[in-house]
């Protein structure tokens, strides 16, 4: 990297549209992949909750997921589905699935049992008892896993660079590392980390105002 | 306050019912029947694997019969969803199982907005409940289970069950998890709360005590669901049908059988009252001329009990000295249980108790034979027979 002053502040000023723009391109891979996440892994947990047996498999095959590396993940998608935005969706959402699944079953499976047999015992049905009762009680936990799964997808976001995506990452790979530019590095580091505080602090506040009765307990015994 | 409606209960009978799992040789009830007379309380209970819970939880379908046919006012329980008949039957668990994420008021008005009641009937409904089970409506209502005190949520429990007022109730040991003075209380509460609403109550408890407290009948079951005894708390610790029922209600029950009782269930005995200032030959004249008595009340001007005379203090003439008696007389009202009077008498040296009213005037003697001689009158059994006291059966 030598030529290059450290870090030259006035090449933020002069790109703050493609910063925003790279910006706003991690934020919406970000949210695509933790949507997606977040439905396909409740359908599992769903799944899981009626037929309990299908929880081993179905966490050893996300945890599969989980545990091939990034490039390597990218570099196989990329040679069924090419240098697309899929291609790098695919990649993102199976590497939420294996928190969020995990969180959203341990979620209900934490819901007391009394809560449960009085919930049935009352009348409600099966539905009821999981819209009205045990999704609202699994709701901490299943924030705590969204929140986990989204600021990890956030740092994931930025290895896309290399299949041509790459939001944030575009800054560090593309016009910073290939480049030998520390400025534009600093900038997409520092933003992404901004943004991965950002979301967790969002999400739990999300959480807090959701469950207020949560911050009720131990208030008296 | 407005009461709750006067619908009371329904008949609960089970005809036959049996429950078997698949797997095991003994069913887990097996060809039980029993009648529950509407707006009574009927207790299940036996010892651990007797199917008292199995029983119960046939009656609301979270364990469905294998044999047999449940009624509830002359209705099948299996002539409607299993979902539509909870909603008619009151649900309260040990562990009360509020729901953490509503508030109380929300956790009353679960069934009612099941059944879609309009929004101020609910709030009406809701706030009449509270009440009813003594909590401040808007000191609770928006208030979450975590932040209240365990009795105060099992009221609430009792509340959300009673919400849509149903005809029945099924109560799998709500005081198990109280400390027993609280649970003293609450049982109490409970009984105060029935006498208004008259719901047919079907009770579970491993607590032989708490059965003879709650109970209007209670069913003695055996391993197997196998009805033991079926009767009053009084016939069957004064008759228990059945060598298993003698030892399950324990070697105490005659001392059991005194809590049933009341000193004002007992023929009065008048006492002989005495004043100071009084002559004592008056006194000792009309000491005399009752045979069942060698003591004198002393009261002072408002009727209230001062101490014991006996002849010996009588004797001579004179005016009869303030200070005269032998303090110490044992006071009891009309509510105390015979329990508690016996044991009040037991521990003074006269053995007569002086029955006192709300202001502390005397209105009678109870003694330690008069107790005794209640607890050896026959009892009236469910059936109205009149049923000797004695041992079980043998056999």
Known sequence: MEGQPFFRPEWIGDNLDVIGSRLWEHVQMTVIAVAIGLLLAFALALLIRRLPFLYGPIVGFTGTLYAIPSLALFA??????????????????????????RNIVAGLRGVPAEVIEAATGMGLTSGQRLARI???????????????????????????????RGGLGYLIVNTGINRFFPTSIYTGVVLCVALAVAADLGLLGLQRWLTPWARARGASV | MNGPSPAGGAVVELEHVSKSYPGTDAPAVGDLSLTIPAGEICVLVGPSGCGKTTTMKM??????????????????????????LRRRIGY???????????????????VPRLLRWKPPRIRERVEELLELVGLEPREYRDRYPAELSGGERQRVGVARALAADPPVMLMDEPFGAVDPIRRERLQNEFLRLQARVRKTIVFVTHDVDEAIKMADKIAILQRGGVLAQYDTPDVILASPATEFVERFVGADRGLKRLSLGRVRDLAPIAPVIVHAGESRADARGRLDRVE??????????????????????????????????????????????????????????????????????????????????ALRAPVRAADGSLVPIGEAAAG
């Open chain 2, 292 to 373: 069942e008595l060698t003591y004198a009340l002393l009261v002072d001007d408002r009727d209230r009990p001062i101490g014991w005379i006996d002849a010996h203090d009588l004797a001579g003439e004179g005016p009869i000295p303030a200070d005269a008696a032998t303090p110490g007389a044992p006071t009891v009202q009309g509510e105390t249980t015979l329990r508690d009077a016996l044991s009040a008498l037991l521990g003074s040296s006269v053995q007569l108790g002086v029955v006192v009213d709300e202001r502390d005037r005397v209105t009678g003697l109870v003694s330690v034979d008069a107790i005794g001689e």
């Open chain 2, 92 to 110: 309260v668990i040990q562990q009360v199982g509020l729901f953490p994420h509503l508030t109380i008021g929300d956790n009353v008005a679960t």
């Open chain 1, 134 to 164: 045990e999704l609202p009680i699994a709701l901490p936990v299943i924030v705590a896993g969204l929140r986990i799964a989204t600021v990890t997808t956030i740092g994931l976001v930025t290895v896309t660079a290399l299949i041509g």
């Open chain 1, 76 to 101: 196989i998608l990329v040679a069924f589905l090419g240098l697309t935005l899929a291609a790098a969706e695919v990649a993102l959402v199976s590497y939420t699935l294996l928190i969020l699944v």
């Open chain 2, 59 to 84: 009656i609301n379908r979270l364990i469905e019969p294998t044999g047999g046919r449940i009624t509830i006012g002359g209705e099948d329980i299996m002539s409607m969803p299993a979902v539509e």
